[in-house]
């Protein structure tokens, strides 16, 4: 059962997910031969004040 967790900063249009959540099941399908039907995507938006890079939050 294939497990895939998306973290992004800041946040998605619900047809965004959408697309996301298809294409990642779409590639396990096609690259590992898993069935969509026991794909599992999370997407997990984080607030850009909560998330840093080189030292630097990304809402900065």
Known sequence: MPYVHVRV???L???QKK????QMTEV??????????VTYVVIEEI???NWAVGGKLLSQ
């Open 9 to 11: 900063a800041g946040e």
């Open 13 to 15: 249009t619900l047809e």
């Open 19 to 22: 697309l996301i959540s298809q």
């Open 28 to 37: 396990l399908s096609e690259v590992a031969g898993k069935p969509p039907s």
């Open 47 to 49: 607030k850009r004040d």
